[in-house]
């Protein structure tokens, strides 16, 4: 039973977020990999996930680990145990680590960000006090794919719409583009929205000039994040 639940935990530290993705990587039966899903999440492991203003109930439910802990050790540990234990710490870090960590990285600068959120929400210093927040995911039925936004917050009539990016570069116009494009599809009605753009190495001049022209627009590089 242990060896089924460590399974199901990698295959979800390694990208498998829905059921059916989780079910065929562990190669367990469907009803039994379900079964485990559900006892770590009561365990409080793994946790379930909608889109932002659906129901609980929603088919389009995703999977992740609650613990970033367990998180990073069976994408990167457990798998490369036996390399580990011969004193290659530096080889996988090189050839196995390096090379996936802005992938890693990207779900827990989502967290950095949300946290960050919910205290400048507590001291009351965003535009609104906000009731919900979430990530959402949908389909663009014009350009027919699949797209997904890194935060939402809401009070049920005004929204803030987030975008978190841990790159190695300064974010540009085009980052700031995309997300309206993305704001366009999420099918919520909005009395007033703004956007706020999270970045790991700051922002290009002219997408300081755009939030100065625009003031929807809201830039937080990684140092607010952690001055707190």
């Known amino acids: 039973m242990f060896f089924g639940k460590g399974a199901i935990i990698e295959a979800i530290a390694n990208g498998a977020t829905k059921s059916n993705e989780i079910v065929t990587k562990t190669g367990e039966e469907s009803a039994k990999c379900l079964k485990y899903i559900k006892t770590l999440c009561e365990l409080g492991i793994l946790y379930k996930e909608t889109p932002f203003g659906e129901k609980d109930s929603s088919r389009k439910t995703l999977y992740g680990i609650s613990d970033l802990m367990f998180r990073f050790w069976y ?134 000039e755009e939030a100065k022209r625009n003031s929807s627009i809201v830039l937080v590089e990684i140092g607010e994040l952690l001055d707190r």
């Open 75 to 208: 994408r990167y540990v457990f798998p490369n145990r036996t390399l580990l234990e011969t004193d290659a710490e530096e080889a996988v870090w090189k050839r196995r680590v390096e090379p996936d960590y802005s992938t890693y990285m990207g779900i827990v600068f989502e967290r950095v960000c949300r946290e960050y959120l919910l205290w400048k929400n507590s001291r009351g210093e965003l535009p609104f006090l906000f009731i919900s927040i979430g990530r959402w995911w949908g389909t663009d039925s014009v350009k027919r794919r699949q797209i997904e936004i890194d935060l939402i917050a809401s009070d049920g009539e005004d929204y803030l719409i987030c975008e978190c990016k841990w790159r190695n570069e300064p974010l540009d116009l085009s980052v700031w583009k995309e997300l309206q494009q993305k704001a366009a599809v999420f099918p919520k009605k909005r009395r007033r929205t703004w956007f706020y753009l999270f970045s790991k190495t700051g922002f290009q001049e002219a997408l300081w």
